[in-house]
């Protein structure tokens, strides 16, 4: 135990969040099964040492484990806990969860005895807490920590705060909104930064970041899908080809069938791993309003900008990158369905949504809300892209 202590205890120390995260804010952390997901990559292990430090400190009451560690191929969460309570802990942070085979049952086991434990666990996106693991459905309180939103990208770039806003606070006020930025930093000598490396915190680490990204993506596939899925490793080679197909195509329905030519597959095994991508965060599936899967999405596109400036030979067109932002930042509250002709979403099942590019011509339509790129302050219906990256 002095051993996970002594980790512990260098991990906080050195714990250094670039940005506060709002989920920080969020949780209730009065809460006594609390589980964050969120993509490989996008911070969780640091968002719970800074959870333990700003709370904590090194005080033994709060403790990190990493399920990496071989110590948990021999012995169990139960058992570590109860230990572990003993010696006056109060609070476990567990990470990496899905690492321990049958988690959900002892961290349920956990819970039942021991009433005066919290435990906090992270794991990936592609895990469905509630869905999948019954013993947790009524006790443990979700959270996905996403990666940086412009706004954040913006905050640490300038040592800003700006708030985040709502999107009714954006649609109604933005002009003003927009001054008040504006006042204080120009968005726009940052956007094309964020749009090309800003979404994964790692780009602030000294290493090649396209390359460390690559490797993220490949670890996304290699552990996150075929061990959360139980999918044999046979199979990685079909999932990694069919992601790069998806990535190298523009964004469109899907040929089903001819995926499943082209990875030697069936059209049902398609749809699953497409399904699992997307769990992944890899994609985003979207479909005509009043669908959902089964049944194949109207278009599929990268989850993040990121993502497309990392896959070799995307040819990265500007309309493109604009839609995936957009998509990508409306992603954490609000549903976004294909537009009709003329439109590129329609949000919340009621708000045409079009996304333009620089020197696109636009016959205003007064029904319909243009998000305008390179526009720095707007009017009326026309509201500039970079402040829909306020909104988380």
């Known amino acids: 135990m002095e051993a996970f202590y002594r980790t512990h205890a260098y991990l906080v120390e050195h714990a250094k969040a670039p940005v506060r995260r709002d989920l920080m804010n969020e949780i209730d952390w009065n809460d006594r099964l609390i589980g964050i997901k969120g993509t490989r990559g996008v911070g969780k292990t640091t968002f719970l040492l800074q959870y333990a430090k700003e709370n904590f400190g090194t005080d033994r009451s709060c403790l990190f484990i990493n399920m990496n560690n071989l ?19 109060k609070v476990l942070l567990i990470d990496q969860v899905f690492k321990y085979p049958d988690w959900s049952k002892e961290l349920r086991a956990c819970y039942d005895l021991y009433p005066d434990l919290k435990i906090v666990f ?11 693991n019954l013993e947790l459905r009524d006790i443990v309180k979700s959270y996905n920590l996403r990666g940086f939103s412009f ?11 700006f708030p985040a806003y709502t999107l009714n606070d954006i649609l109604q006020n933005h002009e ?7 006042s204080k930093v120009h968005p726009l000598n940052y956007f094309q930064d964020y749009l090309h490396h800003g979404f994964y915190p790692f780009f602030l680490e000294e290493r090649n ?19 959360l899925k139980q999918i044999e490793l046979k199979y990685l080679s079909k999932i990694k080809k069919l992601l790069y197909l998806l990535a190298v195509d523009e964004p469109k329905a899907p040929n089903v069938s001819q995926l499943a030519n082209d990875i030697q597959t069936s059209r049902a095994t398609v749809m699953n791993y497409i399904k699992y991508l997307a769990d992944a965060r890899l994609i985003n599936m979207v479909y005509p309003h009043g669908e959902e899967f089964p049944k194949k999405p109207a278009k599929i596109m990268m ?7 990392s896959i070799y030979p995307v040819t990265v067109k500007e309309q493109d990158v604009l839609d995936t932002f957009f998509l990508n930042t409306m992603y954490k509250d609000h549903k976004l369905y294909k537009g009709d002709k003329n439109i590129s979403f ?3 099942d009621n708000i045409p949504f079009k996304i333009c590019y620089e020197g696109q011509r636009v016959k205003n339509n007064p029904k319909v809300t243009y998000a305008m790129h390179k526009m720095e302050i707007g009017r009326g ?10 909104l988380y």
């Open 381 to 390: 219906n026309q509201i500039p892209l970079w402040l829909f990256g306020f």
């Open 176 to 182: 003003q909104i927009a001054r008040t930025v504006l």
């Open 71 to 89: 110590y948990f191929s021999a012995n169990t969460i139960v058992d570590f806990a109860g230990e572990f309570r003993k010696r006056g802990g």
């Open 303 to 309: 989850h993040n900008t990121n993502l497309m400036y």
């Open 209 to 227: 970041f396209s390359e460390n990204l690559l490797k993220t993506m490949n670890m996304m596939i290699e552990v996150d899908i075929l061990l």
């Open 122 to 132: 992270t794991g990936s996106s592609v895990m469905r807490l509630k869905e999948e």
């Open 151 to 161: 706004r954040e990208f913006v905050n640490l770039q300038t040592g800003m705060d």
């Open 346 to 348: 329609l949000v919340n």
